[in-house]
């Protein structure tokens, strides 16, 4: 079994007691041990039996799921979260399917693709039509296919969740991660998944109509930033059509019955112009998130390429301290041998300092026979003074006859 210490097990919970035990066991069971559960507040005892399982118990300081996801980012250490619901639909024997992606590379977010193989009972007639529609109109409005946006088993690694914009407190929070996602351009990954029925005696937190609501305001929201030329756009197409169906309507009345509806025709030039206006709006307002999104590709390139290069500049710095300190401990090295090498200095008695086991023996003079400095040899310097001597009684010889003698007298 592979090593999981690098894996939080996210469970957010509100009155799960039925389930959450065995949620708890099961993941722990396949080798999971780290099990953190962020309750909201429940009254049936689904804290202490989680912590009787083995997992950590966080109470959230608010509600909603969303906002127990935000919160238990605070506790989770670890660099990878798998995250699921506590009641049971989703199996922890398929943990390492959902963590693989990541393991591998492949991708920060791995989204469990319930479609895949869903049980008899596990999602009722309407759910399933309202996940398709969801899913058909984020494909539509943000231009990714994740198959399940609304699954609630994920994977996910700390940095890459932490650098999402969550805000949202309940259901709507795994439609939130998945436009993030889109705009963050998070790797993403889709891995099939069994989803299995609620146990009986275990209730739905979910309500169709009100949550399903509140997704479609989610995702159209979140378009004004992702896709602004929709948001803008579809509410632009349509009051422009509204205002060509009623100035058209104005025009029938006028040209077949001589009728004029001055307000209607007032009321579909306000409504041509608007929607119009909101039109180009919406283009002006897709090109700049384009170029946002671009500029924001190229400095996190030129931020990776910093931050390599300051890396490789660490290492070669690294390595020459370590060529110099190695250089100057070897010329270290070599002048102490140089220095045991050399001949002593002379002393003043003629003589020179005796190294280490040797004696003393007189200091060399010019008319030794060692060669003096420079390689002259000694009978060159004899020659050389004897022609000085005889240049010099030459000189005085010359000056002799000029001057008289001691004996001598004026004629």
Request: include cysteine.
């Amino acid at each position: 079994m592979a090593d999981n210490d690098d894996v939080c097990v996210l469970v957010p919970t509100y009155d799960e007691a039925e389930t959450i035990g065995d949620v708890v066991e099961g993941f722990r069971a396949a080798g999971y041990e780290n099990v953190l559960v962020v309750d909201g507040g429940s009254s049936d005892g689904t804290r202490e039996l989680a912590a009787e399982a083995g997992a950590r118990v966080r109470v959230q300081s608010g509600s909603g799921k969303g906002q127990a996801i935000r919160e238990a980012l605070d506790y989770v250490e670890a660099p990878y979260v798998l995250m699921a619901d506590g009641d049971l639909t989703y199996r922890p024997e398929e943990a390492d399917r959902m963590l693989e992606p990541i393991r591998e590379g492949r991708a920060e977010h791995v989204i469990g693709n319930r479609f895949a193989n869903i049980q008899a009972g596990a999602m009722p007639r309407l759910n399933r039509l309202g996940n398709r529609f969801f899913n058909w109109f984020f494909r539509v409005v943000h231009g990714e296919d994740y198959v399940d946006i609304l699954s609630g088993y994920r994977a996910f690694t700390l940095e890459s969740i932490r650098s999402l914009f969550l805000t949202e407190d309940g259901f709507g929070i795994e439609t939130e991660m998945a436009v993030e996602c889109v705009k963050k351009d998070v790797p993403v990954a889709v891995v099939p998944i069994t989803y299995q029925p609620r146990p009986a005696s275990s209730e739905a937190n979910l309500h169709p109509l009100r949550d399903g609501a509140i997704i479609v305001r989610t995702l159209y929201q979140m378009a004004k930033t992702s896709n602004p030329l929709f948001y803008f756009g579809s509410v632009g197409t349509a009051s422009t059509l509204f205002g060509v169906v009623v100035a058209a309507y104005v025009a029938v009345e006028w040209f077949t019955k001589g009728v004029s509806h001055e307000v209607l025709a007032v009321v579909a030039g306000i409504a041509l112009l608007f929607g119009v206006q909101l039109l180009m709006f919406g283009v002006l307002s897709d090109l700049v998130v384009t170029l946002n999104r671009e500029q924001t590709r190229q400095f996190e390139r030129l931020t990776e390429e910093v931050a390599a290069a300051d890396s490789r500049g660490s290492v070669e710095r690294w390595s020459s301290d370590e060529r110099w300190e190695s250089g100057e401990q070897r010329d270290a090295g070599g002048d102490r041998d140089s220095d045991a090498d050399s001949p002593a200095p002379p002393t003043g008695d003629g003589r020179t300092r005796a190294g280490p086991g040797e004696s003393q023996r007189p200091a060399d003079t010019g008319s030794g026979v060692d060669r003096p400095a420079g390689g002259a040899s000694p009978d060159s310097g004899a020659r050389g003074e004897t022609d000085e001597t005889d240049r010099r009684s030459e000189a005085e010889a010359g000056d002799e006859p000029s001057r008289p003698g001691p004996n001598t007298t004026d004629g």
